[in-house]
């Protein structure tokens, strides 16, 4: 029996009673897990899928990435910031204080 519940609108996202088997062997079975939109840091996509999917969970930040199908024109006006490549993921989620702007990876459009 599926356990009833109410949408909670706080949460991104919220799994009941998930189970996984590799073969016959469970790993794990009738965990419950809860993502409260406040939780998400950020999303980073390549597509403008990714990013408005992104915006419709209530990320943080949403960031684009020039790796994979989009391209800044495509991926500037939905995100927050647009990244020419993943290298610069970590300075951008995480500035350092003293840290300056160059080579963080920031695509400009040209």
Do not use: W
């Amino acid at each position: 029996m599926t356990p009833v519940f109410a949408a909670d609108p706080s949460l991104a996202m919220q799994a009941i009673g998930l189970t996984k088997h590799y073969g016959q062997v469970i790993a794990m079975e009738g965990a419950d897990f809860e993502l409260a939109r406040s939780e998400i840091l950020a999303v980073v996509g390549d597509n403008a899928q990714d990013l408005l999917m992104g915006r419709a969970a209530g990320a943080g930040r949403v960031i684009g990435v020039l790796t994979g199908t989009g391209t800044y024109a495509t991926l500037a006006p939905l995100a927050d910031l647009c990244l020419a490549s993943i290298a610069g993921i970590e300075a951008a989620l995480f500035p350092r204080p003293s840290a300056t702007l160059g080579g963080t990876g920031r695509a400009e459009e040209g």
